[in-house]
């Protein structure tokens, strides 16, 4: 069975930097989207960056210019990196992919299962 694992939250400063990791556990053959989405208390979960097979990438204008979305392929790991946190970006955190591809596996959408991000002085 396909599963995501993240990695990466915690509790920093406002101006600090983290990094978030989503490790597949199997060789990507394909996928149509890789996406990170974050959800506050009491608000919607909302798509911060994705990026498609192509290379296509979007960032949601509240994290343009210190929010960047890489990979490994050679370690099937997805990262983002978030700098000059703010208190607005404090929320859960999740990695997301639409039609991931991993043999055998059937193609199908999976879900992080979440990690926290909490901006505070």
């Known amino acids: 069975q396909v599963q995501l694992a993240e990695s990466g939250g915690g509790l920093v400063q406002p101006g600090e930097s983290l990094r978030l990791s989503c490790a597949v556990n199997g060789r990507i053959y394909g996928f149509e989207t890789m996406g990170w989405y974050r959800q506050a208390p009491g608000k919607q979960r909302e798509l911060v960056t994705s990026v498609t097979m192509s290379g296509s990438t979007f960032y949601a204008d509240s994290v343009k210019g210190r929010f960047a979305a890489s990979r490994d392929s050679a370690k099937n790991t997805f990262y983002l990196q978030m700098n000059n946190l703010k208190p607005e970006d404090t929320a859960v955190y999740y990695c997301?992919?639409?039609?991931?591809?991993?043999?055998?596996?059937?193609?199908?959408?999976?879900w992080g299962q979440g990690t926290q991000v909490a901006v505070s002085s």
């Open positions: 997301n992919f639409k039609g991931l591809v991993v043999i055998p596996y059937p193609q199908k959408d999976y």
